[in-house]
């Protein structure tokens, strides 16, 4: 047995140095993913379950890694939270989701665009100056953009995050909690924070209809949003009876396969036109 138990920790030991060395190099190819240009935004379509029209859509960033291939961004954010490259690729990710929304506010309708915004972001002395200075460059009104940020981010430094959130408020930009119900959920964290939308996780959303305690979850957060006067938007819409029980319900907003995959711009142009013609 103890032979048996030193093999045990000898692999033990040899994958836990083949995940470090893993990580490392994933570090090292992320250090250069934004200036060698293999990062890219996709666009997923928020709709209005009422007027049926498409109101705006979510950045989601990819990865397309040149020897791996597409990263998901669950497999890299973490990552890039824990190095502070995500202060970087964030502000990228800003640039570049006010650059497309100027573009399509030229071309066809202005549409509303969602942005991430990591709890390492929200913790940056200049990001509300940075974020408030890339919306005047590429001339996007702040009623168009929307934070999306976690519970998380306003646990490490509540007052901070509070008086940042208040500032990008003021100043028009609309701020959405994301994943709402997963983190350390807290009504006196919605009473601080100058808040306009909740969305309700995936998660709650997947089994909506055959788990009981999910659908009960889903009642609770649009509810909630009532009774605050919040917007909910439901995020992984993948049926049309979720759907329909969700507008039925009163949930404002959704998002999900079952209208659309996040989509590159011109697949998300397209996907538009389409949708308003129905
Ligand atoms: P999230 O913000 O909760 O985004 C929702 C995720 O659900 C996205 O995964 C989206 O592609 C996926 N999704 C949308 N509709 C459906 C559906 O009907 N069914 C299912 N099963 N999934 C659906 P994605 O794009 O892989 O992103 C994962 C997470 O990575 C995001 O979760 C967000 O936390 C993070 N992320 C993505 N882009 C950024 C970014 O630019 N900045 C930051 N800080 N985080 C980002
Ligand atoms: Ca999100
Ligand atoms: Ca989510
Ligand atoms: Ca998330």
Known sequence: AKQNGNDHFQFYVASIDQEIRDRK???KDLSQALASHQLHLVYQPQINLESKRVIGAE???RWDHPVRGLVPPDDFIPVAESNGTIVEIGQWVLEQACWQA??????STPLRIAVNLSAVQLRQ?????????TLQRHNIPAGRLELEVTETS????????VEKLHRLSKAGISIAV???GTGYSSLTYLKQMPVQHLKIDKQF????LVNEEDTRIANTIIDLGKSLNLSVVAEGVETAEQEYYLSQRGCQLAQGYYFSKPLQPREFETFV?????Q
């Open 273 to 277: 036109k389409g949708f308003h013609e």
């Open 25 to 27: 190099q994933l570090e």
């Open 178 to 180: 994301d994943d709402f």
């Open 154 to 161: 306003f646990m490490t430094n509540l007052s901070d995050a």
């Open 125 to 133: 002395d200049n990001i509300v100056n940075d974020i408030l200075e």
């Open 102 to 107: 100027a573009r399509w506010a030229a071309e």
């Open 59 to 61: 950045a989601l960033l």
């Open 205 to 208: 959303i997947r089994d909506l």
